[in-house]
């Protein structure tokens, strides 16, 4: 057997010098990153590359995993770079026309499932869904569930639609490109109205991380100079939108979330619920009632 050269750049060599390349870079995943974009690369699973610390990498995928490393040092999220990001246990394509999804936005799926499971046959709306990654995550885990997703981007709402498909929803989820809930085909009622809208003010927005800033579509983070545009003309929308009892879980940001829930209580069809907290212990969902 001949002896690998310690020059040779193995997998194992090119993880070690790509994660601390990327930490001076400002990555603060910068073994996640180099991982994920080796094994994108390499065309394998993450947990491949754990068994090929002494392969070899050839030339033609170093000269791949190069650029996107220096994308990555550029700032460019990972999702974008590798075109996909794994959301409540499953995978979503994602391009840089959606936002990508986040682990805290998770916790509005598990409390949508919380609300329909009793329910027979559960009519929910996604709100802004971007990836399709909220109603998706519904659909695989509530298989008797009618499902509306919405978005105002042409953009958005075909990437949502190839998820569906991908998925093998295409017929159960109906993808609308609309204002809010704004569209002939949007008529519900619905037992549950879930949304991650724009909650970023305009004047926070030159203060989002530099990966965000750059890269992640503005009108999916801004609502406004308040923050909570789209969350006002949402509860709105949503008191003539829900049945009497149906929910409006909606997450929101810490820097907006009194003044959604002062929207929500000032509303004479709702009742408030209390507001969920994420993994961090900062307010993540408001929830509303209709009365
Ligand atoms: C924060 S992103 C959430 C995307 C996805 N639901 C998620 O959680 O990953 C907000 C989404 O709402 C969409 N959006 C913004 N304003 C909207 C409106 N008035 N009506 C419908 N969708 C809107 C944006 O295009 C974007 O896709």
Not at 13 to 27: F, H, I, K, N, V
Request: hydrophobic fraction near 45%; aromatic fraction near 6%; charged fraction near 20%.
């Amino acid at each position: 057997m001949n002896a690998i050269s310690t020059d040779a750049w193995t997998v194992g060599r090119l993880l070690t010098w790509t994660t601390d390349w990327l930490a001076t870079r400002g990555s603060d995943s910068p073994r996640l990153d180099a991982e994920v974009l080796l094994a994108s690369v390499r065309g394998c699973q993450r947990i491949e590359i754990y068994t090929a610390f002494e392969t070899v990498v050839d030339d033609a995928q170093r000269s791949r995993f190069r650029e996107l490393v220096k994308r990555r040092g550029d700032g460019e999220p990972v999702a974008y770079l590798v075109g996909s990001r794994e959301f409540f246990s499953l995978p979503f394509r994602v391009s840089p026309a959606v936002l990508v999804p986040r682990p805290e936005t998770e916790g509005l799926v598990v409390r949508v499932l919380d609300i329909c499971r009793p329910l027979a046959a559960a009519r929910i709306v996604d709100v802004g869904t971007g990836s399709g990654a909220i109603a998706i995550a519904l659909a695989k885990q509530l298989p008797t569930a009618a499902i509306t997703a919405t978005d105002t981007s042409a953009d958005a709402i075909a990437v949502a639609r190839d998820n569906a498909t991908r998925h093998g929803f295409a017929d159960r989820i109906e993808c609308l490109q609309c204002d809010l809930l704004d569209h002939p085909q949007a008529i519900g009622p619905w037992d549950v109205i879930v949304s991650n809208p724009p909650y970023v003010r305009e004047d926070e927005f030159d203060s989002l991380p530099r990966d965000v800033r750059l890269y992640e579509p503005r009108a999916a983070l801004v609502a406004g100079p308040t923050g909570v545009e789209v969350i006002q003309r949402l509860v709105a929308t949503a008191a003539q939108k829900l049945v009497p009892g149906g929910w409006l879980i909606v997450e929101i940001g810490p820097a907006v979330f009194a003044a959604a829930e002062a929207i929500v209580a000032s509303h004479g069809q709702f009742t408030r619920g209390p507001t969920l907290l994420d993994m961090a212990g900062l307010p993540r969902i408001v929830q509303a009632q209709r009365t």
